[in-house]
């Protein structure tokens, strides 16, 4: 087994893999908590906040690590499968410590925090000894933005420098400030602990954070990427951060979002919050969503999109199949393309028929999709219930079924995770991030220890 190294920077944890002693990976670390104490002393780690499937964070105390490396933690084998919950003396190293300003004690400079190395000392306890952070400046030399925080360092600051200001590491003595809360602390090296990780999981990491670090992490997201995490999220926190951000950073997120989650989250809004969101949208945007808001909740036209797959009757199964080979749409979409005469945006002209990707596969690519698409199911209306609308996917074996108006033209698609989404109590998403297990007594002394030895006067480290 490899050895652990001596120190280990937490943003460099950020979703690796926690195996158990037999290899099997039982989830992915997702923070580090540690207990601040009082200057000059270390903060003293805690453990490691893991989310093991599905979505569930759980405390795996770091006397149970056995061993670090750069692509894993392996513990014991023992974790409590109760949710973590912060305690307030505790703190979250990658939520609450990183992008915060603090002082550097020998110069009096404002820095910002990009990184924490924590240490195992002598008696195997693991203390944040090192603090990453990043001074901003202009004209240094230098190439790159990277700094190398792998090895145990030959002094106090390992300095490397960018064009842009510099980057360096110190002890925790020499800084000052952390603390103390701060107002307006950004995101970005938060988010870039978590660049790789999906919108589902990212959405669970800033449902954990409170309610500041929430809108600090939207405020720092593109906008894209955003809308992924919002479409994930509980609609307490959707209606949340929307409602912290800038109108009109409000509703370019909004038109980034997919319409049918767009329009669910607008009709959680108040009528006049909801009007001036629509009003700074592009029209080609707020129109379709206008038209989903004017259905029943419950019923096929309010759960559906507007946006299918949509092809004209001359195209070719090469040119659907290219449609449905676009990375970004949702799977359940990509399983059927809808023939549709002119217009081929919704609503469009006469729907013709359906044909599903595995037909498409099994068929030269010059045929033409009109030779080859299903007619013999029939299309549902707007106004069919949730309870009709789930009868016919399960009749038929379908994941998306195509929604017409009475002049036969397509206004959307209903998928089988639109529908699960509407069969599942309202806060399925919650109840899924915030599920309990039963507590475990010896683990709950092991942490209650762990941070009476935090709390002890003296303590250096060895």
């Not at 949710?83 to 910002?112: C, N, P, Q």
């Not at 999981?201 to 954070?209: I, R, S």
């Amino acid at each position: 087994m490899t050895a652990t190294p001596s120190r280990v920077f937490v943003a460099r944890l950020a979703g690796i893999a926690v195996f158990d002693p037999a290899g099997d990976q039982i989830g992915r670390v997702r923070d580090v908590v540690v207990v601040l104490r009082p200057p000059p002393r270390p903060p003293r780690v805690l453990g490691l906040v893991v989310e093991v499937p599905p979505h569930r964070l759980v405390f795996l105390p770091i006397t149970r690590v056995t061993n670090i490396d750069a692509g894993a933690v392996i513990f014991d084998g023992r974790i409590n499968m109760r949710r973590f919950e912060k305690r307030g003396s505790e703190t979250l190293a990658l939520g609450e410590m990183l992008d915060r300003r603090v002082e550097l004690a020998d110069s009096g400079d404002h820095v910002v925090v990009i990184d924490l190395g924590m240490e195992q000392t002598r008696s195997r306890d693991w203390l944040i000894t090192k603090v990453a952070v990043h001074r901003s400046g202009g004209g240094l030399s230098g190439h790159g933005h990277r700094w190398a925080g792998g090895g145990r360092g030959t002094g106090a600051r390992l300095s490397l420098r960018r064009r842009r200001g510099e980057t360096f590491v110190v002890e925790w003595a020499a800084i000052s400030g952390l603390g103390m809360p701060e107002e307006g602390q950004g995101a970005a090296s938060l988010i870039a602990a978590f660049e790789r990780m999906r919108a589902p999981d990212l959405a669970n990491v800033v449902h954990e954070l409170s309610a500041k670090r929430r809108a600090e992490v939207a405020a720092a997201l593109d906008d894209r990427r955003l809308a992924d995490v919002l479409e994930e999220l509980p609609e307490d926190d959707q209606v949340e951060i929307l409602g912290k951000l800038e109108l009109d950073r409000a509703a370019d997120v909004l038109e980034e979002m997919g319409p049918d989650d767009a329009a669910d989250l607008l009709g959680e809004l108040p009528s006049e919050q909801r009007e001036r969101l629509l009003a700074l949208m592009q029209p080609e945007d707020a129109a379709p969503l206008r038209r989903l808001l004017s259905y029943a909740d419950n019923t096929a036209g309010g759960m559906m999109t507007s946006e299918p797959v949509i092809v004209p009757p001359d195209a070719t199964v090469a040119e659907a199949l290219a449609q449905i080979r676009n990375p970004d749409l949702n799977p359940a979409l990509a399983a059927q393309v809808y023939v549709c005469r002119a217009p081929n945006e919704t609503p469009t002209g006469r729907y013709l028929g359906t044909v599903h990707f595995q037909r498409l596969l099994r068929e030269p690519p010059p045929t033409l999709v009109s030779a080859i698409c299903d007619t013999e199911l029939d299309p549902l209306r707007p106004g069919l219930p949730l309870e009709a609308v789930s009868n016919y996917l399960a009749t038929y074996n379908l994941v998306s079924v195509p929604i017409v108006d009475v002049n036969g033209r397509l206004l959307g698609a209903v998928t089988v995770d639109d529908v699960l989404d509407h069969l599942l109590p309202d806060d399925w998403r919650e109840s899924v991030m915030e599920t309990d297990a039963e507590i475990d007594e010896e683990e709950e002394a092991l942490r209650d220890a762990e941070a009476a030895r935090a709390a002890e006067n003296g303590d250096p480290l060895q």
